[in-house]
């Protein structure tokens, strides 16, 4: 497995949840490592992305203010800091690593998948 996404649970709603990526050197060697989810009985969602260095971010309209994603350097574990969270950010979420800068919303671009942790919001 070169990537393993871990963290999730069970939260209320309102309240915060942070998961984290872990990743084999070479998965984070180059491009973007990006979070998605997926609902039951819906399509992967882009949530967050994060370039190599950590200095450029890139989130969907509804994580902007509320999810912050983030890296100290290019081999360290990627987080994501769920905030004020809401019933419908309840989904499985994963980490995918070697993402386009240029398109980092795309999951196509993404070579490197891992298995996903569930959030569940409750209300």
Sequence with gaps: ???QASGGGLVQTGGSLTVSCAASRRT???GV???FRQAPA???EFVAA???NGRS???ADFA???FIVSRSDAQSPVTLQMNSLKPEDT???YCAGGGSQRVPSDFRTYNYWGRGTLVTVSS
Aim: aromatic share 20%.
């Design 1 to 3: 497995v070169q990537l």
């Design 28 to 30: 984070f060697s180059s």
């Design 33 to 35: 490592v990006g979070w």
């Design 42 to 44: 819906a399509g992967r």
């Design 50 to 52: 994060i370039s190599n």
């Design 57 to 59: 971010t890139y989130y």
């Design 64 to 66: 902007k203010g509320r």
């Design 91 to 93: 989904a499985v979420y």
